[in-house]
């Protein structure tokens, strides 16, 4: 929050078809994050960005793709390949600096029926 | 980044302080030790984070022991809206080092 949006707060999609999770910043950072966090669990790193154009893979990116054509914007599609993408999707950004601290946005509880 | 284990859920009276442990005993020098909080269905809100020095803030302070190899998370004068999962996480800084969540401790606090 404060900065980041993520919409929307809820997404249904049919299984088979690929699905944009926006995520968007006005804080003028270079690095952004991808999250996913399933039920009871931590939060695992799908991919990150740390300038335009350019973009990592995380622990678990199969199955996802990013792209960072603008600074303000990391959109993530959860692709068909993704086995089991029904899951909560958290988009986090980070300040400039010598320390790590990140900052989330409110997520995306996106289930696939 | 190295591991860390807290316990998976703790209590607490309001008003009381909250002492939320965690080992992290394979610290590395260079590492920094995170305190992350997620309240219900939000995303994760940064608390604070040290290395090797005591640090206190607004929210909570942190006690790091003098080798290193655990921490305390306070929570001075706990209210129900700190009712939340606590992580700690041990990292280098800089925007590539990842920030790796594990179970974290579930904190519940009680009228």
């Known amino acids: 929050d404060g900065g980041i949006t993520q919409s929307p707060k809820y997404l249904f999609r049919k299984e088979g078809q690929n699905v944009t999770l926006s995520c968007e910043q006005n804080?003028?950072?270079?690095?952004m994050y991808w999250y996913r966090q399933d039920p009871g669990q931590g939060l695992r790193l799908i991919y990150y960005?740390?300038?335009?154009?350019?973009?990592q893979k995380g622990d678990i990116a199969e199955g996802y793709s990013v792209s960072r054509e603008k600074k303000e914007s990391f959109p993530l599609t959860v692709t068909s390949a993704q086995k089991n993408p029904t899951a909560f999707y958290l988009c986090?950004?980070?300040?400039?600096?010598?320390?790590?601290?990140?900052?989330f946005g409110p997520g995306t509880r996106l289930t696939v029926l | 980044d190295a591991k860390t284990t807290q316990p998976p859920s703790m209590d607490c009276a309001e008003g009381r302080a909250a002492n939320l442990p965690c080992n992290h005993s394979?610290?590395?020098?260079?590492?920094?030790v995170y305190w992350y909080r997620q309240i219900h269905s939000q995303g994760p809100q940064y608390i604070i984070h040290?290395?090797?020095n005591n640090e206190t803030n607004e929210m909570a302070s942190l006690i790091i022991t003098e080798d290193r190899k655990s921490s305390t998370l306070i929570l001075p004068h706990a209210t129900l809206r700190d009712t939340a999962v606590y992580y700690c996480?041990?990292?280098?800084?800089?925007?590539?080092?990842?920030?790796?969540f594990g179970t974290g401790t579930r904190l519940q606090v009680t009228l």
């Open positions: 986090a950004i980070s300040p400039p600096g010598e320390h790590n601290e990140q900052f």
């Open positions: 804080l003028n950072h270079d690095a």
């Open positions: 960005s740390q300038i335009v154009n350019d973009f």
């Open positions: 394979t610290i590395s020098g260079n590492e920094y």
């Open positions: 040290g290395l090797k």
């Open positions: 996480i041990v990292a280098t800084t800089g925007t590539a080092s990842k920030l790796t």
